[in-house]
């Protein structure tokens, strides 16, 4: 084709008709520059595919990490209500002066309980990848600072809320417990049950207790509820793509 081309300029300029040489020229440059143009269009057209290729692929790694996560902490949430429920049974015999029945053994099992940290459970790899591929590369804007708000403030301020109750949880209260009571796999049963009960200290420990899950409960109901809007709003990106 360039040899085509050139044979034209030669014969143009042989016959010296130098006029239309140079308006051939002109013609020629426009058509390469035109060319590029075209190639370079085709080129962004073909990065754009891939980059929304792996957009989808990051949403969909999002919405099911989000999903996992969420499913982890309403999971949590029935588990920490057995600890509330159990510390409010025992504040009740407390207060109600009831006696000692073996059923209780369980109850004060349950309320002392520490349950394993389960938001070491929860994933964070689909937002490390967001992080790391850009946080540009999703273009709708409301779930894109929605993703950012949930991980780095309601996650995040989960797991270190968390951590700092945890440690208030084990800090003061084991203690008491394990010289007070006999520690049983699913029981504990108190050596001494009218001095356990009539004494202020372990009331404390019990209303202690039930503040910490309780925040514990308050923290995750408010990242859930975060959660469902994100999660909604990558299921019809999700849609729209298909």
Same mark, same amino acid.
């Given at each position: 084709?360039?040899?085509?081309?050139?044979?034209?300029?030669?014969?143009?300029?042989?016959?010296?008709? +130098?006029?239309?040489?140079?308006?051939?020229?002109?013609?020629?440059?426009?058509?390469?520059?035109?060319?590029?143009?075209?190639?370079?269009?085709?080129?962004?057209?073909?990065?754009?595919?891939?980059?929304?290729?792996?957009?989808?692929?990051?949403?969909?790694?999002?919405?099911?990490?989000?999903?996992?996560?969420?499913? $982890?902490?309403?999971?949590?949430?029935?588990?920490?209500?057995?600890?509330?429920?159990?510390?409010?049974?025992?504040?009740? $015999?407390?207060?109600?002066?009831?006696?000692?029945?073996?059923?209780?053994?369980?109850?004060?099992?349950?309320?002392?309980?520490?349950?394993?940290?389960?938001?070491?459970?929860?994933?964070?790899?689909?937002?490390?990848?967001?992080?790391?591929?850009?946080?540009?590369?999703? +273009?709708?804007?409301?779930?894109?600072?929605?993703?950012?708000?949930?991980?780095?403030?309601?996650?995040?301020?989960?797991?270190?809320?968390?951590?700092?109750?945890?440690?208030?949880?084990?800090?003061?209260?084991?203690?008491?417990?394990?010289?007070?009571?006999?520690?049983?796999?699913?029981?504990?049963?108190?050596?001494?049950?009218?001095?356990?009960?009539?004494?202020?200290?372990?009331?404390?420990?019990?209303?202690?207790?039930?503040?910490?899950?309780?925040?514990?409960?308050?923290?995750?109901?408010?990242?859930?509820?975060?959660?469902?809007?994100?999660?909604?709003?990558?299921?019809?990106?999700?849609?729209?793509?298909?």
């Amino acid at each position: 084709m360039i040899e085509f081309f050139r044979k034209i300029r030669q014969n143009l300029l042989m016959e010296n008709k +130098t006029g239309k040489y140079f308006k051939y020229a002109i013609g020629e440059i426009v058509l390469v520059v035109i060319g590029i143009l075209i190639a370079l269009q085709v080129n962004n057209w073909n990065e754009f595919r891939k980059e929304r290729k792996i957009e989808k692929e990051l949403i969909a790694e999002l919405h099911l990490a989000i999903k996992n996560n969420h499913k $982890v902490l309403a999971g949590s949430l029935e588990r920490w209500q057995y600890n509330i429920d159990a510390i409010d049974l025992i504040l009740q $015999v407390i207060d109600e002066k009831r006696p000692y029945h073996d059923s209780l053994a369980y109850q004060f099992h349950e309320a002392h309980r520490k349950r394993g940290n389960i938001l070491n459970s929860l994933n964070f790899s689909g937002y490390k990848a967001f992080e790391n591929k850009g946080f540009n590369l999703i +273009t709708n804007r409301n779930i894109q600072e929605g993703i950012i708000n949930l991980f780095d403030n309601h996650l995040s301020g989960l797991v270190a809320t968390n951590e700092q109750l945890d440690i208030d949880y084990s800090s003061f209260h084991y203690e008491y417990i394990a010289r007070n009571f006999q520690l049983n796999k699913d029981v504990h049963i108190p050596h001494n049950f009218d001095s356990v009960i009539n004494d202020p200290y372990y009331r404390s420990i019990l209303q202690s207790l039930k503040t910490i899950m309780q925040r514990k409960t308050n923290r995750v109901y408010l990242y859930l509820s975060k959660s469902e809007k994100i999660l909604k709003l990558l299921e019809d990106e999700l849609d729209q793509k298909k």
